[in-house]
């Protein structure tokens, strides 16, 4: 169904190729995952099995690239989009409409579908991903993961023959990934071909018929599953591990608001959070009186998909004031108007966070600002964290002179979390850190929460990623959060 015969590949004004002599073949029933570190050329593997290099990126493409037996290049781009369909890893990035109905029924009104026929597609699509509860709902009031099926559901409506996925467990919480896994499974058993690009690798064992390693562009390695198993490939290739333990149960609670043992000396440290609640306008409430308290280290926020998650983000950070509620920082209260000062944020979209010329330029403003906020308290500068070390921390340094927005996706994940970092805030929370990260990366990114943790900050992490969890976090705080007075009643989820 797919296949790429001697195919090397350059994008327009690069010097070098992104991919280089690349054989694979991806048969009808068969699931083939393709991993290795970040800019190997997986990226330009899913575009040119879509069409979309040469098609939308032009370039230079040498060799031939097959669907179907067809050759992509005497095809337009609508004629490959019918046989096979693409999930981005944002996939903002293919939606067309506001509302998830509308999103599910845009590909059958655009091809002229009988109006019964698409509003039974979308019922079906709903259904089967569990979207039914939000099918009338704004695609903006979704959580990622729930972007993500939307995305999915659209493109299984339209009955491709191939399927490609771009990193399309970076959102999902655990059980999610595990509906996926079965989901493909049942594809590969209908005759569908399906390609998955993916830095996580634990999900498809028993799944995968063939796993193919890239490293600089080319094939490096292929094979079953079981070739993932070797150590030194693993490391040598930046990948992820292939078994990882659900570590979710065995995290230490975050305490309830009121079981807060202050620090010797008698001072509170940590953020204390008392009669949160939160409702979305014409919705049940979200939070109702809900009270929390979080020690200096690092803390899991985990929970299913559209939980509440990053509005909890947004409420601690005083991005969404709408709700009512008491916080307090090391035992100071802190009006909501002020506890961006104090509160550090990353949210997952990186694009709207940067603003400078350079990536050295983003981090010098950063720690300017963190001077003025910390002048004059006993936190000075000199623990304050140099441009250099911030480089170094997140291997960075090499693109130090580098436009920002000419980043990849996760390199300018990277860059703005180094900035949070420069800024040396009380509390900072970070929302899915390690989503698209390689391997590498991601010890990475483990190693720098517990550092900016050892020297005082109060790190929170929205993550479904069970490989951060069990190297950096050292508790859980999982939604629904408690309700004032019921905490450790039988039965409560605190």
């Known amino acids: 169904m797919i296949r790429f015969e001697n195919v090397t590949y350059t994008y327009p004004f690069s010097d070098r190729c992104a991919v280089k002599d690349i054989n694979l073949h991806v048969r009808p029933g068969e699931l083939v995952l393709v991993s290795g570190r970040s800019g190997c050329g997986k990226s330009t593997l899913m575009r040119l099995a879509d069409g979309l290099c040469p098609g939308y990126f032009r370039g230079t493409l040498k060799g031939r690239v097959l669907i179907d037996g067809r050759d992509t290049s005497s095809m337009p781009l609508r004629d490959i989009s019918r046989m096979v369909g693409t ?16 999103e599910l029924a845009f590909v059958h009104e655009w091809r002229g579908r009988p109006a019964e026929e698409t509003r039974e597609r979308v019922r079906r699509a709903a259904a089967s991903f569990g979207l039914s509860p939000v099918l009338h709902h704004s695609i903006h009031e979704l959580s990622e993961g729930q972007k993500q099926k939307v995305g999915l559901a659209s493109i299984l409506s339209q009955e491709p023959r191939a399927l490609v996925l771009d990193e399309p467990t970076a959102n999902l919480d655990p059980e999610s990934t595990a509906e996926l896994a079965c989901r493909l499974r049942a594809l590969k058993e209908s005759g569908m071909a399906v390609l998955v690009v993916d830095h996580r690798l634990y999900w498809l064992e028993g799944v995968a018929d063939r796993v193919i390693v890239m490293k600089k562009g080319e094939i490096c390695a292929m094979g079953n599953f079981a070739l993932l198993e070797d150590e030194g490939l693993r490391a040598g290739c930046g990948l ?64 299913e998909n559209g939980t509440g998650k990053t509005t909890l983000a947004r409420l601690l950070t005083g991005l969404n004031r709408a709700g009512a509620g008491k916080f307090f920082i090391d035992g100071k209260e802190t009006a909501p108007g002020e506890l961006l000062r104090r509160v550090g944020i990353v949210l997952q979209n990186a694009d709207h966070q940067l603003h400078m010329k350079t990536v050295t330029q983003e981090l010098e403003v950063c720690l300017e600002l963190a001077r003025r906020l910390h002048a004059g308290k006993d936190s000075g500068a000199e623990d304050a964290f ?38 040396k805030p009380d509390v900072l929370i970070l929302d899915e850190p390690t989503s698209g990260l390689d391997g590498g990366n991601m010890l990475r990114m483990a190693r720098a929460l517990e550092l900016l943790a050892g020297r005082g900050a109060c790190v929170l992490v929205i993550t479904h990623d069970l490989e951060l969890m069990k190297l950096s976090c050292m508790r859980a705080l999982r939604l629904p959060l408690p309700r004032a007075g019921k905490a450790g009643n039988e039965g409560e989820n605190v």
Do not use: W
């Open 240 to 303: 992820r591990d292939c078994h990882v333990e659900d570590v979710r149960r065995s995290l230490p609670e975050a305490l309830p608001a009121g079981e807060n043992a202050p620090e010797p000396g008698g001072k509170e440290r940590g953020l204390r959070v008392e009669g949160l609640s939160f409702a979305y306008k014409g919705r049940e409430n979200l939070f109702d009186h809900a009270c929390f308290f979080l020690r200096p280290g690092v803390t899991a926020l985990i929970g």
């Open 87 to 102: 999930l981005f890893q944002d996939p903002e990035q293919q939606f067309f409409a506001l509302g998830v109905e509308d």
């Open 386 to 423: 140099s441009v250099a070390e911030l480089l170094d921390m997140f291997d960075l340094s090499a693109l130090a002179e580098r436009h920002p927005q000419s980043l990849s996706g996760g390199e300018k994940q990277r860059l703005v979390i180094a900035c949070a970092f420069a800024k």
